[in-house]
């Protein structure tokens, strides 16, 4: 089934602990005072051979129904009682777990996910996965903790909120840096194109570039208005004559009725020009 169906069962039997088949529900509190608990499903993950190389077999554990508000590190203090816990990737919906290229940018790129959501845990040992589906044993984990509080409902928002706020100093620097890096790759770029133009490759070949002894000029204004004016006088000469059928059958007719009468005009012509040759010695 589709982690939202999922979710759905794992929601509809609460109360119970009831969990899909091949799942095992743990029992996790936010809170001493929170009376029921939440259900987190688990199992191990099992792929292809090769299939998902940022997480392996027998050392994975796939995590449904985690919280908005339970992250990774969360997750990482949950689950290293049984065993050390190398990584921990969580995604809005399964199969989107792929390890990705880290974000360097605090501002940038980043996706906010929201709902309930599917996690990989990955271990050292492939003992963890089974030690961490034996936790369903004992009685709901607590997640939050005094050294390690986890914020939920309005304190969750606000600190998201705080934390939203964009600091202009910080913007700035970031922005500087990366334009630092951009004119410094371009540089080296033009350098590499330079030292290489004019040079021919294995089979005898010139790269030609945009840059040469006559490197195009800016357009004036005078220039952009004669280009303007090209084109519109191309535009004008593409327009279609004669739209109407009508207008077609009579443009036809007058030209058969022009090169008739043309014909005719050639034949006095000629005739004319043979009267005119003939020997007359008196």
């Known amino acids: 089934a589709p982690p939202r169906a999922e979710n759905m ?15 095992t529900a743990l029992a996790v509190k936010f809170a001493q005072r929170q009376r029921s608990p939440h259900f987190l499903l688990v199992k191990e993950h099992q792929v292809r051979e090769g299939a998902d190389t940022g997480h392996p077999p027998r050392r994975t554990l796939f ?31 399964r199969g ?41 044993q004992e009685g709901p984990l607590l997640i939050s903790t005094e050294s390690h509080p986890v914020k939920t409902g309005i304190s969750k928002w606000i600190a998201s909120y705080e ?9 700035k620097a970031e922005v ?35 840059k040469g002894r006559k490197p195009g000029l800016p357009r004036t204004e005078a220039a952009n208005l004669r280009v303007l004016e090209k084109e519109k006088q191309k535009r004008a000469r593409k327009e279609l ?4 059928a009508w207008q077609h059958r009579e ?20 005739a004319l020009m043979r009267a005119q040759r003939k020997f007359r010695p008196y």
């Open 9 to 23: 069962a794992a929601a509809t039997g609460r109360a119970a602990g009831a969990a899909p088949a091949g799942y």
């Open 63 to 93: 995590v449904l129904n985690v919280p908005p508000y339970c992250g990774p590190d969360s997750l990482s203090r949950l689950f290293s009682r049984c065993g050390h816990v190398q990584s921990v990737d969580i995604c809005d919906k």
């Open 96 to 136: 989107s777990g792929e390890k990705k290229d880290k974000l360097t940018s605090k501002f940038f790129d980043h996706k906010t996910l929201k709902g309930f959501r599917a996690a990989y845990v990955v271990f050292r040992k492939p003992t963890a996965v089974q030690a961490a589906k034996a936790l369903s």
């Open 163 to 171: 934390a939203s706020i964009v600091d202009p100093k910080e913007l």
């Open 176 to 210: 500087d840096a990366y334009m630092q890096d951009y004119d410094k790759k371009m540089a080296e770029e033009e350098a590499k194109a330079a030292k290489e133009e004019g040079v021919p490759d294995e089979e005898g070949w010139v790269k030609v570039t945009r």
């Open 241 to 244: 004559l004669n739209f109407y």
């Open 251 to 270: 443009a036809k007719r007058e030209h058969i009725a022009q090169l008739r009468k043309k014909f005719e005009e050639d034949k006095q012509r000629i």
